[in-house]
DNA sequence: CTGAAAGCGCTTACAG
DNA sequence: CTGAAAGCGCTTACAG
């Protein structure tokens, strides 16, 4: 009965077969782009549009003997700004390409409990695994990287990965574009809040920064550059110590977003409007640029782009059982100018 | 050759029957728990282990005739803050039940937008959708819920959703819960700012926070009783009106955390001390929650969990072809106290 | 270019 | 409780 119910429903590559009259390999040779004759197309297509045909999907994978599933490693805590719209990608991609996804968490610090955690998916069926940032610059170090045969990805990674495919955006050249831009706003004291020298994105960010202020002649003031930790205090702390400067700044670049947000509460604490005497920009365009007031101005990653990049990358490698090329693929970001960020002040700043 | 090669390392029920000396049936027997002698169990479990043996679940799926796939309705702006433990918890589901996630974009605002990416999701294979806040409540309003013979299972709805099968808390008893709290640390003006009435959300949160006031007799004072919309700038002008009445609060208790977070700025921009001289709650614990200082207590929903619930209902609902009952499970909430709140302050505040 | 055959790895009835 | 048989819906070689 159950049985019987269920075969009722199901529209099969045979059903759409008799429909069109053609074999039912025909069928699958126009689902699968191939070569056939025009008239075999047409009725074919036909068949399948007025059936509303849908592949089973269980079926294809079975038969083909491809990959099944693509895994991704989480950190346990899932405090990262870009989770979702790179699950979003990531979901995007398997859905498109008919592969499942399985998630597997572990620690960021652990590179043992990372390597157990990618076993562990690959173990589950897994043909490549994605790695988030953070867990990637660590496990690009280690030596079991150069060994494994397995599909593995990179993602959004802070600095090159030396023999790991990685998909990310230039940092470098988007902390240079954004210093430029603050140049052009005709800001000459420009504050950087760096990311802490342990993270990948250290070098580059703050690289970009003192670039674009090299390609103008103009000369770095070591007491403009502070270190922050990436959350939300320490930019505050930073903007704080620098806006207590005899020659403040009119604008501070923060190497993310939490460290912006801090600079821009500091500001108004010291009673300093954003945008009018201070300019503040941030990193990584999370929902937190948008939730304050003004706005941040700040740079955004194609990040959903990014992770559907990365799992074509993956199920590619895995379906012909040959590792990603350890190559870097860089999407393009953007600066997204925001009312946190104006021309400089004309009345200049207070003290000095 | 290539076949070969993947033949070779294919451990299939075959082998592990062969390794155990019994015969595939049995192995799937012990696969899927059922009753098998005890000495067929244990020389099949050895076989499985020594084997390393992973079920293909495409094979599984293509078999048992079972859902293959379970869809997400996703809005396009990805805006939500519990997005990423939402997807989390689906993926866990989804990866337990070796079903595979589609996921469709639609727009909140437009039912018949949401009920097109319904029908694409089911026309894709989905046994079953899943609907985010906003949207549930949206679509639980239209004819055509009732009509649907389709497994939707609401997420987090903002109130009860009559004839819809949801996984939310109780809002009310939350929102009540964190009133007492503060009540209980002395505070006698607390203000509430609230969610827009068109969302779920604005009378079960205002509710409960009415609730703790009578329950211990106290008055309503209609002053301190403001209507926010959601977003960090409600928030902040909220809070802002209610500092400056003759009369100030000693607490504010916002709908959610963005308000609370611009409540925060808000008693900081005008000199006012949290916790000391104003303690500052929220609700749903946000990742802004923790990003701000001092960092807000809220209330916490268990999202994952209720992502992982909400997606076994929709799998055993598809599985056995009978709609989920058209009930809400509660999970529980709970108060995460930070440094945003506290007794209160000794010093009464300015003004009055 | 097309189709009949075999098989992907598992499960569902059905005999024993 | 156990196993031989058939089949899930598709694709891969292989003849025509």
Known sequence: MKRASRRSKAVTIRTVAKHAGV????????????????ETQAAVE???????????????QLASGGVTSVGVLLHPALEQDFLSP??????????????????????????????A??????????????????????????AETARTDLALVAFAP???????ASVRIDDFAAARDMTSMLLDQRHRRIGF??????????????????????????????????????????????????????????AIFASNDDMAAGALVAARSLGIDVPNALSVAGFDDTPLATKLWPPLTTVRFPVIEMA??????????ARSHVPPPPVTRYLSYSIVERASTGTEPKASPPAS
């Open 86 to 115: 790179m699950l979003v990608g990531v979901l995007n991609a398997t859905s498109k390409f008919g592969v499942q996804l399985i998630v597997e968490r572990a620690s960021y610090d652990d590179v043992t409990e990372a390597w």
């Open 46 to 60: 036909r068949a399948l549009a007025e059936l509303d045909y849908t592949p089973n999907s269980a079926a294809r």
């Open 193 to 250: 809040i760096t990311a802490p020298r342990s993270l990948g994105v250290f070098e580059s960010r703050r690289g970009g920064y003192l670039a674009a202020l090299h390609a103008r002649g103009m000369e770095i003031d070591h007491d403009l550059i502070l270190e922050g930790q990436m959350d939300f205090r320490s930019g505050f702390a930073a903007a704080a110590e620098m806006l207590n400067l005899a020659n403040p700044p009119t």
């Open 23 to 38: 074999s039912p390999m025909s069928v699958s040779n126009v689902l699968n782009g191939r070569r056939v004759m025009p």
């Open 117 to 142: 955690a990618v076993r562990a998916l690959t173990r589950r069926g897994a043909g490549g695994v994605l790695l988030p940032p953070g867990i990637c610059e660590v496990m690009a170090l280690g």
């Open 308 to 317: 559907e990049l990365a799992i074509e990358m993956l199920v590619e490698a």
């Open 158 to 164: 802070g600095r090159d990965l030396p023999g790991m």
